[in-house]
Nanobody, 125 residues
Framework: EVTLVESGGGLVQPGGSLTLSCEAS????????IGWFRQAPGKEREGIAC????????YYSDSVKGRFTISSDNAKNTFYLHMSGLKPADTAVYYC??????????????????WGRGTQVTVSS
């Protein structure tokens, strides 16, 4: 059974930094893509960062490119989202995800196959 558990959300001031963690079980990063999505109140969910298991590359949405970095620790079966230069517009529930296609799945129809429960990130002064 695939499980994904996020941690690290909270309140941060504009311009600040925060790192989210996702503890994964039931699969390995060799055969599943891993990534992060978010959903702000009243907005559609957005895929923001993923690592493809097919080519090992990281992909980012334009909204976070240059500010957020996705990384993984295969030995711990944990992956991370390092966020810097945070803006109020980054306020959302952040979900860690996994997908069996292994490709860039940020815009995959219906979204990735597996989701965590989400963690709230609030950027406010």
């Amino acid at each position: 059974e695939v499980t994904l558990v996020e941690s690290g959300g909270g309140l941060v001031q504009p311009g600040g930094s925060l790192t989210l963690s996702c503890e994964a079980s039931g699969f390995t990063f060799d055969n599943h893509g891993i990534g992060w999505f978010r959903q702000a109140p009243g907005k559609e969910r957005e895929g923001i960062a993923c690592i493809s298991s097919w080519d090992g590359r990281a992909y980012y949405s334009d909204s976070v490119k240059g500010r957020f970095t996705i990384s993984s620790d295969n030995a711990k079966n944990t992956f991370y989202l390092h966020m810097s230069g945070l803006k109020p517009a980054d306020t959302a529930v952040y979900y860690c995800t996994a997908d069996t296609t292994g490709l860039n799945f940020l815009k995959k129809p219906y979204g990735p196959d597996y989701w965590g429960r989400g963690t709230q990130v609030t950027v406010s002064s």
